[in-house]
Structures are given as structure tokens and as C-alpha cells.
């Protein structure tokens, strides 16, 4: 049988609402049913108040930090993540797919924007914590691979701008 991972981040901050969701067997009954196997939390900063626990079918793990994250990325059939614009752009460039957990208690609503955008784009779903069960309902596999970065994209841009191209 073979492995389907879920990560899910909160990186570097505290975001236990996500952890909290994420856990609930409501969402823990749909990951099985999409044919995942292996969930890891990556909880941060958070209380800890996070009773680990056992399911019948998915390995459950917890962390507070990955060591290698692009790797843990990498290994992953899909990526559960707060909002943060690096987390956010290091799943995208790996090419996995990303739902992006929008925080509501922050004061700004800058996670807000970038999420709406990447969404807009097809990138990514977004959700607040209550709505991850619903956003999981969505169909991953439609959603668009995040374009590769030019190697020579500044080196042109330059060149052009310095009138040698």
C-alpha cells in the first residue's frame, strides 16, 4: 500500500486554531477518505494543548519544527499551511498542492490578500479553520501548477534595460 502524507504547518508561528481543525475528526475522516495515510502537525509556537492521539487508519505525527522543510514538503501529497508568503511560496515552487489556512485573529489582513490572490490565480484553496473540512471537499488535482522561476529572467531584464539586448 503505498504512502499519502498531509503536512500540516503552522511555521514558525502560533496558530493553534489551524492545529485544533486540522485534528478534529471530522477533517481526520475526510483526509482517510481522499486515501491519505499519514498526517504530520508541525506545531510551532502553539499551547501544546494538543492531546495527541491515534486513528484507526492514518499515522498521526507531531513536531514542533521540521529540520528540512523543503524535503518534508517534497515527501508530501498535499500541504495544510497558515498563510505565511514564505511557507506559501516554498510549497508552490515544489509544486505541491497548498490549502492556506487564513488566521483571523491577526491584526491585518495581509495573509487575507495573498491567499485571495493565489486562489484567484488557481494556485491554492483557502479556508478559515472552520472551513478546511468543506475546502478538503474541493478537487486538488484542479489546481494550477505555480510557474518555475526564470534562471535568466534579471540577467535579460538587465541587459535590455542597459540596451545590450
Known amino acids: ?11 514558525t508561528t502560533r496558530f493553534d486554531k489551524l492545529i485544533e481543525h486540522a485534528h478534529s475528526d471530522a477533517v481526520l475522516n475526510k483526509l482517510e477518505s481522499l486515501g491519505f495515510t499519514e498526517v ?15 486513528h484507526s487508519v492514518l499515522q498521526l505525527d507531531y513536531v514542533k519544527y521540521i529540520e528540512d522543510f523543503n524535503e518534508e514538503i517534497k515527501r508530501s501529497d498535499l500541504v495544510i499551511s497558515h498563510a505565511g508568503a514564505g511557507t506559501c511560496l516554498e510549497v508552490l515552487k515544489a509544486g505541491t498542492p497548498l490549502i492556506v489556512v487564513i488566521n483571523e485573529e491577526l491584526m491585518d489582513n495581509h495573509q487575507l490578500e ?18 478546511l473540512k468543506n475546502t478538503l471537499e474541493k478537487n486538488l488535482k484542479d489546481l494550477k501548477k505555480y510557474p518555475k522561476a526564470s534562471k535568466h529572467l534579471f540577467r535579460n ?3 535590455k534595460a542597459m540596451g545590450f539586448a
Open 157 to 159: 531584464y538587465l541587459n
Open 114 to 131: 495573498l491567499a485571495e490572490q493565489l486562489e484567484c490565480d488557481n494556485y491554492v484553496y483557502y479556508c478559515n479553520p472552520k472551513g
Open 1 to 11: 500500500m503505498s504512502c499519502k502524507r498531509v503536512l500540516v504547518t503552522v511555521g
Open 40 to 54: 504530520t502537525y508541525q506545531v510551532g509556537n502553539g499551547k501544546g494543548d494538543i492531546k495527541e492521539k491515534t
